[in-house]
């Protein structure tokens, strides 16, 4: 194996532990936001310095590689992709933290038929399902996973479409409730933006293997149709 093989082994190896800290972040503040774990959800907050450190390190890595190594053809992409995914890991991390912190600030555990209402409990366990299984299209290198989860964000951005009308019916009937139900439509917005960084990272895995770049097509296809062309 030569120089760079190396390093490039090196540089996912420090992905994919960045990536298992961002997914237990995830996971974690799901579960802290079902059973009101406060301390949970202060731990999540507290590893956001550890996921930075990750995104600096990361970068770094991949900013030699190019200097010292010159990369070419599927090994640039390699390069030029992880740059990526890792920004979007960093993103989502930011999104575990937010999420905790409005856990953090409720002390009470959410409404029960709130979450039934707006799917928030489903959303958030179908984010954890894309999370991992675009995990799993990086390190086994398929991008029939990775084109896979594209189509599924579309559940993700129903859910979050729907949910503003549900929440002020809900709020008209319950008056009561306006401090908690924003703060949970501010949770489904950002498991929304985890759809996103998601596809994102998925549209950079098919780069990378397949040298195509599919960004913004899915988007251009919707305005070509005359349909809403919210991702």
Same mark, same amino acid.
């Given at each position: 194996?030569?120089?760079?093989? +190396?390093?490039?082994?090196?540089?996912?190896?420090?992905?994919?532990?960045?990536?298992?800290?961002?997914?237990?972040?995830?996971?974690?503040?799901?579960? &802290?936001?079902?059973?009101?774990?406060?301390?949970?959800?202060?731990?999540?907050?507290?590893?956001?310095?550890?996921?930075?450190?990750?995104?600096?390190?990361?970068?770094?890595?991949?900013?030699?590689?190019?200097?010292?190594?010159?990369?070419?053809?599927?090994?640039?992409?390699?390069? *030029?992709?992880?740059?990526?995914?890792?920004?979007?890991?960093?993103?989502?991390?930011?999104? &575990?933290?937010?999420?905790?912190?409005?856990?953090?600030?409720?002390?009470?555990?959410?409404? &029960?038929?709130?979450?039934?209402?707006?799917?928030?409990?489903?959303?958030?366990?179908?984010?954890?399902?894309?999370?991992?299984?675009?995990? $799993?299209?990086?390190?086994?290198?398929?991008?029939? *996973?990775?084109?896979?989860?594209?189509?599924?964000?579309?559940?993700?951005?129903?859910?979050?479409?729907? %949910?503003? %009308?549900?929440?002020?019916?809900?709020?008209?009937?319950?008056?009561?409730? $306006?401090?908690?139900?924003?703060?949970?439509?501010?949770?489904?917005?950002?498991?929304?933006? +985890?759809?996103?960084?998601?596809?994102?990272?998925?549209?950079? $895995?098919?780069?990378?293997?397949?040298?195509?770049?599919?960004?913004?097509?899915?988007?251009?296809?919707?305005?070509?149709?005359? %349909?809403?062309?919210?991702?």
């Amino acid at each position: 194996m030569n120089h760079i093989d +190396v390093e490039l082994k090196g540089l996912k190896i420090k992905l994919m532990e960045m990536w298992d800290l961002v997914e237990y972040q995830l996971q974690s503040g799901r579960d &802290a936001m079902l059973n009101t774990d406060r301390e949970l959800a202060r731990k999540v907050v507290k590893l956001g310095k550890k996921v930075n450190n990750f995104d600096v390190k990361i970068d770094r890595m991949c900013e030699n590689l190019l200097a010292l190594y010159t990369p070419v053809a599927v090994d640039l992409r390699l390069v *030029l992709a992880t740059l990526k995914i890792n920004a979007n890991l960093e993103r989502i991390g930011d999104t &575990a933290e937010g999420i905790s912190m409005y856990v953090q600030n409720n002390e009470t555990p959410y409404n &029960a038929e709130l979450l039934q209402l707006t799917k928030a409990v489903t959303m958030f366990d179908e984010a954890l399902s894309m999370f991992h299984d675009c995990r $799993i299209a990086y390190k086994a290198d398929n991008t029939d *996973l990775a084109r896979a989860l594209l189509k599924r964000d579309k559940m993700l951005n129903k859910i979050y479409r729907n %949910s503003e %009308s549900v929440m002020a019916q809900f709020l008209r009937a319950n008056p009561d409730s $306006i401090e908690e139900g924003l703060a949970l439509l501010a949770i489904i917005k950002k498991l929304e933006r +985890v759809g996103d960084q998601i596809t994102n990272i998925a549209e950079e $895995i098919i780069f990378y293997q397949d040298a195509k770049v599919v960004k913004h097509k899915s988007k251009k296809k919707k305005k070509d149709n005359g %349909s809403d062309s919210e991702e």
